[in-house]
């Protein structure tokens, strides 16, 4: 079945980097995504990243994948404090639905 | 870009009354529309698939007579939480599928979701 799995807490210091990481069990899953949620708010495509890529950057975004084990990370460089929020990884499944991870809450102390 | 609304932002109700969460999308038709449930500890599970015109599709363990969902047109999609319990307190969250565009590539867009509270 889809599963999608990440570790639920992160604490970066201020301008270091946020590595974010994710993994997931459908081997058919075309498209792979990061969103972004602040609190009481809905969810914000932050990046996204084809099945045949390994790498996508996007400003202060690296998005890693590695297809044969099946891991995706997060890169956030000079974290800062309005880049805490929960990120969710996300896939495209084959049922053509996206599902999500439980979440990573990203906390940045100074 | 594409905008999704989700109306009411917050609700309370008593408990055995029943509320109706409204998700339009105002730039776009959208022949798809996904409800998800998020949980105190953060996940978000997808509750059902709405689809204009046609039963919704619900996933494992989702009470369809207690969600209700509606997809009467193809910028708004209704979910009803009947006899609502303290139990369905959560965030709910919706997204839709621009028709016109190649839904994997952006991920779809969501509501900036509803906080139901039962008391």
């Known amino acids: 079945g889809e599963d999608v799995e990440q570790s639920l807490f992160l604490s970066v210091r201020e301008g270091d980097s946020s590595v974010i990481n994710c993994t997931y069990t459908d081997s058919s899953s075309t498209y792979l995504y990061w969103y972004k949620q602040e609190p009481g708010a809905g969810l914000q495509l932050l990046t996204y990243?084809?099945?045949?890529?390994d790498m996508k950057q996007d400003q202060r975004l690296t998005v890693l994948l590695n297809k044969k084990d099946k891991h995706l990370s997060l890169r956030i460089a000079d974290t800062q404090t309005g880049d805490s929020a929960i990120y969710f990884c996300?896939?495209?499944?084959?049922?053509?639905?996206?599902?999500f991870g439980s979440g990573t809450r990203l906390s940045i102390r100074p | 870009g594409a905008v999704v609304s989700q109306h009411p932002s917050r609700v309370i109700c008593k408990s055995g009354t029943s509320v109706k969460i409204e998700c339009r999308s105002l730039?776009?038709?959208?022949?798809?529309m996904f409800w998800y449930r998020q949980f105190p500890k953060q996940s978000l599970m997808l509750m059902a698939t709405?689809?204009?015109?046609?039963?919704?599709?619900?996933e494992q363990g989702v009470e369809k007579d207690k969600f209700l969902i509606n997809h009467a047109s193809l910028t708004l999609s209704t979910l009803t939480v009947t006899s609502a319990h303290p139990e369905d307190s959560s965030f709910y969250i919706c997204?839709?599928?621009?028709?016109?565009?190649?839904?994997?590539?952006?991920?779809?867009?969501f509501g900036s979701g509803t906080r139901l509270t039962v008391v």
């Open positions: 997204s839709a599928r621009d028709r016109a565009s190649n839904p994997a590539y952006y991920g779809y867009t």
């Open positions: 990243i084809f099945s045949n890529m």
């Open positions: 996300a896939e495209y499944s084959s049922a053509s639905k996206i599902i």
């Open positions: 730039d776009f038709q959208a022949t798809t």
């Open positions: 709405s689809n204009e015109g046609s039963k919704a599709t619900y």
